[in-house]
Each structure stands twice: as C-alpha cells, then as structure tokens.
C-alpha cells in the first residue's frame, strides 16, 4: 500500500503564492503518475495538473499559466507551486499516485490539504 501525505496549505492573499509537497511511501516499486485535484463543496474532485515519470505534464485550463507541478522520481515526491492565486481557486487540494502492477491500475490519494485565498 502507498501512503501519500501533502503539506504547505494555508491561508494567502489573492495575487500571492503557496507551494504544496506531497511524499509518497510504503510499499512502492514504480509510481506512473503522479497528480494535484482540488475538491469544493458540491462539486467532484476535479484535475488541477498530473505529471508522468517521464516528466510529462497536463493542467488544467484555469490554472495554466499560473501553476507548476514536478516530481522528483528518486524520492517519490511531487510538489505544486501555486502562483497569482484567486479566491476561486480556494479549495482541499489532494495529491495522488498511479500505480500499474501486473496490468492492473491502483490509485491511492492523500486526506488533502486546504487552501484558501481571501482578502
């Protein structure tokens, strides 16, 4: 089983920046790909950005530009450096991690960290 834990939410002013980590541990061979969703009320977890081993990235429409997501493979680690927040933006932000065994796909996420952008 994986374990995912995230850090460095809080509490910014719009226009300000927050970088979020996320550490992956436990019984881990090879993580596929790695991931940031954020989660509101009343709305489904939805994509904020991924990113592949290889270091291939996808973001959503509304944060690109402005976010930044990486992975360090050896540490199984994968941060995302939040720039020029909105209030819209607020939200629990989750990272996750794809693992493929025997062609088999296993998902785990992490209990979330929140975010809020206020004035």
């Known amino acids: 089983q994986v374990q995912l834990v995230e850090s460095g939410g809080g509490l910014v002013q719009p226009g300000g920046s927050l970088r979020l980590s996320c550490a992956a541990s436990g019984s881990i061979v090879s993580i596929n790909t790695m991931g940031w969703y954020q989660h509101t009320p009343g709305k489904e977890r939805e994509l904020v950005a991924t990113?592949?081993?290889?270091?291939?990235?996808n973001y959503a429409d509304s944060v690109k530009g402005r976010f930044t997501i990486s992975r360090d493979n050896a540490k199984n680690t994968v941060d995302l450096q939040m720039n020029s927040l909105k209030p819209e933006d607020t939200a629990v932000y989750s990272c996750n991690a794809r693992v493929i065994l025997n062609g088999r796909s296993y998902v785990y996420w992490g209990q979330g960290t929140q975010v809020t952008v206020s004035s």
């Open positions: 990113i592949t081993s290889g270091g291939g990235t």
